[in-house]
């Protein structure tokens, strides 16, 4: 018999995620759930728009995770590929 650990478990910001999804990035949309983090497979640059309303750019190697919660990854500026959001939905 397989025990599912988030039986019954509240979601917490400080994870774990409950699932991770792909990102496109889009100068004109959100992310469909605010994301608690991001997984970059391929370095580069990352514009995004945090839960905060700032937009930001930063450089992350390959196979990183940016520990911010994240409502909108940009298209223009952002170089990094393999992008995947962490979330709680």
Known sequence: MTTNPFTNRVS??????????????????????????????????????TVRGETR???????????VGVTRVHATGTTATGIHAMVLA
């Open 57 to 67: 750019t930063v450089q992350v190697a390959d196979f990183s995770i940016l520990p």
């Open 12 to 49: 917490n910001l400080s994870g774990p995620a409950r699932d991770i999804a792909p990102v496109t990035p889009s100068d004109a949309t959100d992310l469909p759930d605010v994301a608690i983090g991001l997984f970059v497979e391929s370095g580069g640059a990352l514009v995004i728009t």
